[in-house]
T-cell receptor, first 114, second 117 residues
């Protein structure tokens, strides 16, 4: 199972772009990279998922280099409401969606200040 | 419309008691999970069920017993509660797929904060 490493915490200011990098050196061929966001007193919420290159949705962008050993979640122009814990996960959707194991790390606690 | 709902939201109880946490999902998903989140924010999988069949049973004490009466429900019963069981417990669900494919995210409930005194 691929282990992920990400910074424990990050600080930012409103309006800035925030990039959170996750290392996953032993990612497997079938693994996808998924990011979740968790607000206090809530469950994690899916943000974005990708396999390679770049993925963008209305919330964030995900950059994955060719070797796939790392990935970067990019949040454009953060606001106070983006203060949350962000988790990077790697796993094979086929495996975990049939009940297999999906490992969450400690996450990155992002604090956005005015 | 709450997709994954857990009850109760808070549970305070004494050591040695038995308690249950209920979970229901209205997403039509085939797979449901229980995760435990400790004070350091680590989320650890405890159990997963696929179509009411137990798939994962991590190294969890056998005081914890999941029960899935149907695909939409996965309840967690805990016997002889201990201080170390204090944590936030999250239920989640996802859609099983027959082929490896993009984007079958986990949908989480808002958690049950269990405090054992």
């Amino acid at each position: 199972l691929a282990k992920t490493t990400q910074p424990i915490s990050m600080d930012s200011y409103e309006g800035q772009e925030v990039n959170i990098t996750c290392s996953h050196n032993n990612i497997a061929t079938n693994d996808y990279i998924t990011w979740y966001q968790q607000f206090p007193s809530q469950g994690p919420r899916f943000i974005i998922q990708g396999y390679k290159t770049k993925v963008t949705n209305e919330v964030a962008s995900l950059f994955i280099p060719a070797d796939r050993k790392s990935s970067t979640l990019s949040l454009p122009r953060v606001s106070l409401s983006d203060t949350a814990v962000y988790y990077c996960l790697v796993g094979d959707p086929l495996s975990y969606n049939q009940g297999g194991k999906l490992i969450f790390g400690q996450g990155t606690e992002l604090s956005v200040k005015p | 419309d709450t997709a994954v709902s857990q009850t109760p939201k808070y549970l305070v109880t004494q050591m040695g008691n038995d308690k249950s946490i209920k979970c229901e999902q209205n997403l039509g998903h085939d797979t449901m999970y229980w995760y435990k989140q400790d004070s350091k924010k680590f989320l650890k999988i405890m159990f997963s069920y696929n179509n009411k069949e137990l798939i994962i049973n991590e190294t969890v004490p056998n005081r914890f017993s999941p029960k899935s009466p149907d695909k939409a429900h996965l309840n967690l019963h805990i016997n002889s509660l201990e201080l170390g069981d204090s944590a936030v417990y999250f239920c989640a669900s996802s859609q099983a797929r027959q082929s490896s494919s993009y984007n079958s995210p986990l949908h989480f409930g808002n958690g049950t904060r269990l405090t054992v005194t």
